[in-house]
Nanobody, 116 residues
Framework: QVNLVESGGGLVQPGGSLRLSCAVS????????MNWFRQTPGEEREWVAQ???????NYGENVKGRFTIFRDNAWKTVDLQMASLKPEDTAMYYC??????????WGQGTQVTVSS
C-alpha cells in the first residue's frame, strides 16, 4: 500500500510558475514509477510526467520543456515544477504511483488554475 498526498496547487497568472509536491508514504520500496496526471471536467485524465526507479524522466508533449519532475532520494516526495504556465494547464493534478505488482495508487488531487 502506498499513500499519496498532493499539495501546492493554486491560482497563478499566465507565464507564471508553480511547484506541486506529492508526499509519499507506505510501501516505498515497492515503487516502480511515479507519475503526475491532470484532468479537467468532462475530459480524460491526461498523463503529464513520469520518473522511474532508475531516475529516467518522461514528459507529455503538451508540457515538455516547461515542466520538470523531481524526487528525493528516499522517494518521500515527488515534485512537479511547472513554468511558463498557460490557461490550458488549468486542471486538477494527481500524483500516481505504480508498484512492482502493477498496482496503481492515486492521491486526492490539487487544483491548478492559470488565469489573469
Amino acid at each position: 500500500q502506498v499513500n499519496l498526498v498532493e499539495s501546492g496547487g493554486g491560482l497563478v497568472q499566465p507565464g507564471g510558475s508553480l511547484r506541486l509536491s506529492c508526499a509519499v508514504s507506505g510501501s516505498i520500496d515497492n515503487i516502480n514509477t511515479m507519475n503526475w496526471f491532470r484532468q479537467t471536467p468532462g475530459e480524460e485524465r491526461e498523463w503529464v510526467a513520469q520518473i522511474t526507479r532508475s531516475g529516467m524522466k518522461n514528459y507529455g508533449e503538451n508540457v515538455k520543456g516547461r515542466f520538470t519532475i523531481f524526487r528525493d532520494n528516499a522517494w518521500k516526495t515527488v515534485d512537479l515544477q511547472m513554468a511558463s504556465l498557460k490557461p490550458e494547464d488549468t486542471a486538477m493534478y494527481y500524483c500516481n504511483c505504480i508498484d512492482y505488482a502493477w498496482s496503481n495508487y492515486w492521491g486526492q488531487g490539487t487544483q491548478v488554475t492559470v488565469s489573469s
